[in-house]
């Protein structure tokens, strides 16, 4: 230390006890007065009927009995339109991007490109992405609307006051709340969210425990599986509505590992109490139409797609290259996704999902193409061309119980963050350890999870 | 009505330059409590979209945009929401560390039209760091659906700054920001800030302090609002006056915000 700072820092402490104890207090309500003066001559009221109404309805949405039935009332309703809408769309994207694989990739075997190049491009690098596209555009295109439209007028901070008595109990901040739901988003935009939290405990708490909200990346994996396991065991008519519960469901219980993993560290490793802090809850505002269309369609879908995208295509070329490269008579993939078979099986998985999920570590978004695409490349089935045939795949070709199902949502709601979000994380708190607790703590927790899992079910 | 017109030209003398920051002339910051508009305000400057919400928070880092106004090229700069300048929370520090070090040729502080006097709170911390301010008393479409008449003359007396209404939504009373912004920074518009004065043993202990506070931290600005900090006992500022961290932000402030975390957040992954 300088001897000038020790001295400004020395002369600064005499001051203080000079000017008592009371000058604190002093200034603060001196500037409280003058504000209130001030005020008082600026702005004058007569008579409100906005205020009224808003807190009608606050009283309503944020009343102990009416507000968590309401808020997942909400959530189920969102879920249901993206999945119902997104149905068709989907299919529809789907067979004219394969149609088009089809028509190209003959194209080029007739002006006699070699058939390295034609799969190479074709079966491995395009069709990556016509998958990522189908199955993740139509979902994104509708659930960010939505979301956005809650998020403008006002809903958000409501979903943080019906928490907040839970998250106390936990141990957490209250304000983990807004950070859990902008991780629906993105997990690294949750985890920069995060700074809003005041107490560098209870954010540190909140970053570690971000992953257990499923981000953008996740959601298509659980809509399909949810859609094709659960949503086909109903009559069609319920087959939407019968996934978007389970969509829900998996929601909440990510919500409760998030609570429980909080209350776990705020005991051990993290302790300390829950801290106060005040939260505004804003009026209720009618949202743009315009800017809601702008900022999730072109920022939030466009933005993550073009990731998507941008990862989907290498690990395309990754997948057809050890797909076929023989060794032995047996290709790469076939031979890693053997190694993997036997910690796959403990945890209700495979080797194949177990490898789609090492690819995959860039960018969550690309799991489920992955896996097809290891699937088809491994030899199991050669075509691929619609919804109908990827159960077929699953289940007839590839002996995809219920289990593997209920095992996979889990496994993708809990597993660990994308490359981006560990990195994220690192920035946010300069820390190589909890970077790397950030990182393992969720798939330890999957592993430990889908194994318990696996282990009941096949007692029974 | 002219509701919901974000791409609509708003002013002709003005022109949007987006995240095309190669040249400037002057730097704008934009400071309020949260949730009050300010990146509202911000996009419709400068043409860009920069996430914005209903809810406090939305804003944790800072973001930078350029406009031009007659003939003036601007650097605005989008601090997250901050209550008052003596906060402890990543996001409030960042705000005040630009207000108090990064040096801006104006600082537009923005009001929510229908919560004056919780607003004022801040507004008069501002106050006491600089005197090149800009009220602009935002949501005054809200504040008029509520019954609430803000009289704007009354608070630019009282505060010795210009107070402009405007509805950012819309564009509204933008024209009259810029002017008064313009003003203020070229000095063609005086202000007289009000600075709650507190006693006389307390005034005479600030200045007292300052001097020695000049020759710990060379240069450092506000040199004025560290002192009352000191007094106060703020563990904060003591430890950035004694490890030298002081000067290290004042330094920090001219880079521009850190550069991951704003492309994130400005990119809308949000």
């Not at chain 1, 690990?315 to 032995?328: C, D, H, R, T």
């Not at chain 2, 190669?22 to 996009?43: C, I, M």
């Not at chain 2, 104006?106 to 009220?135: G, P």
């Not at chain 2, 007396?157 to 939504?169: E, F, H, Q, S, T």
Request: glycine share 8%; with cysteine; hydrophobic share 50%.
């Amino acid at each position: 230390m300088s001897t000038a700072a020790a001295a400004a820092l020395q002369r600064a402490a005499e001051l203080r006890q000079s000017l008592g104890v009371n000058f604190r207090d002093e200034t603060v309500r001196s500037l409280y007065s003058e504000a209130a003066r001030i005020a008082g001559r600026a702005a004058h009221s007569s008579g409100s009927g906005r205020r009224d109404f808003d807190q009608r309805i606050d009283r309503i949405v944020t009343s102990p009995v009416l507000g968590l039935p309401i808020m997942a009332l909400m959530l189920a309703a969102v879920f249901w339109v993206t999945i119902a809408g997104a149905n068709v769309p989907s299919a529809m994207l789907a067979d004219g991007f394969f149609w088009f694989e089809d028509v190209a990739a003959a194209a080029f075997d007739r002006i006699g490109i070699p058939w390295w190049i034609t799969g190479f491009i074709w079966h491995g690098v395009y069709k990556g992405l016509a998958w990522v596209i189908s199955v993740m555009l139509p979902p994104m295109a509708i659930f960010f609307p939505l979301f956005t439209v809650l998020e403008d007028l006002g809903y958000l901070p409501r979903v943080a006051f019906n928490l907040d008595f839970l998250f106390r109990r936990a141990g957490a901040h209250g304000k983990q709340a807004l950070t859990m739901a902008m991780g629906f988003g993105c997990n690294a935009a949750g985890i920069i969210a995060t700074r809003v939290i005041d107490s560098p405990r209870e954010r540190l708490v909140a970053i570690l425990t971000n992953n257990f909200v499923p981000c953008n990346g996740r959601f298509p994996t659980l809509i399909m599986l949810a859609t094709i396991f659960v949503g086909a065991a109903f009559p069609p008519a319920f087959a939407s509505a019968a996934a978007a519960g389970t969509v829900l469901l998996v929601v909440l219980i990510g919500v409760a590992f998030t609570l429980a993993v909080s209350w776990g560290l705020s005991k051990t490793v993290l302790k300390g109490e829950a801290s106060a802090f005040t939260l505004e809850l804003p009026p209720y505002r009618r949202p743009g139409v315009m800017r809601i269309l702008y900022t999730s369609l072109i920022d939030r879908t466009l933005f993550v797609l073009w990731r998507a995208i941008l990862t989907a295509a290498p690990a395309g070329a990754v997948i057809w290259i050890l797909a076929n490269i023989f060794v032995g008579g047996t290709s790469l993939a076939q031979h890693t996704a053997n190694f993997l078979n036997p910690l796959g099986y403990s945890i209700g998985l495979d080797g194949v999902i177990l490898l789609a999920y090492i690819i995959a570590i860039p960018a969550n978004e690309i799991v489920v193409p992955t896996m097809l695409m290891v699937y088809l490349g491994t030899g199991m089935m050669t075509e691929l061309d619609s919804f109908d045939d990827l159960r077929t795949l699953l289940v007839d070709k590839n002996h995809w119980t219920l289990l593997t199902a209920v095992n996979l949502m889990l496994f993708s709601l809990l597993h660990n963050p994308c490359a981006t979000t560990i990195m994220t994380i690192y920035k946010e708190t300069l820390s190589r350890k909890w970077a790397t607790v950030g990182a393992l703590l969720p798939l330890g927790l999957a592993f430990i999870v889908c194994f318990l899992v696996a282990t009941v079910w096949r007692l029974f | 009505m002219s509701h919901n017109c974000e791409s609509c030209v708003v002013l002709s003398e003005l022109e949007r330059m987006g995240m095309n920051l190669d040249r400037f002339d002057r730097v704008v910051a934009l400071a309020g409590n949260p949730n009050t508009g300010k990146s509202t305000l911000f996009n419709a400057l400068t043409g860009l979209k920069q996430h914005t919400g209903n809810w406090p928070g939305k804003t944790v880092t800072r973001a930078e945009g350029g406009f031009e106004f007659n003939k003036v090229r601007y650097k605005l700069v989008d601090l997250p929401g901050t209550y008052s300048l003596l906060s402890a929370s990543h996001d409030e520090e960042i705000a005040r560390d630009f207000l108090l070090f990064g040096r801006p040729d104006v600082t537009v502080v923005v009001m929510d039209a229908t919560a004056i006097e919780r607003n004022l709170n801040l507004v008069l911390q501002v106050l006491e760091i600089t005197s090149r301010v800009v009220i602009a008393v935002n949501l005054m479409d809200e504040a008029a659906r509520k019954g609430i008449d803000i009289d704007l003359r009354s608070l630019s007396r009282d505060l010795g700054v210009p107070a402009i209404g405007v509805v950012a939504r819309t564009g509204d009373g933008l024209h009259a920001l810029l002017e008064a912004v313009d003003g203020v920074a070229s000095g063609t518009i005086s202000t007289k800030p009000l600075q709650v004065a507190g006693t006389p043993e307390f005034q005479r202990a600030v200045a007292e302090l300052v001097p020695l506070i000049d020759q710990a931290a060379p240069g450092v600005p506000n040199a004025r609002w560290i002192a009352i900090r000191l007094l106060d006992g703020d563990a904060q500022v003591e430890e950035a006056l004694t490890t030298g961290r002081l000067a290290s932000l004042v330094a920090g402030q001219q880079k521009a915000g850190e550069r991951f975390s704003q492309k994130i957040a400005l990119q809308g992954a949000q």
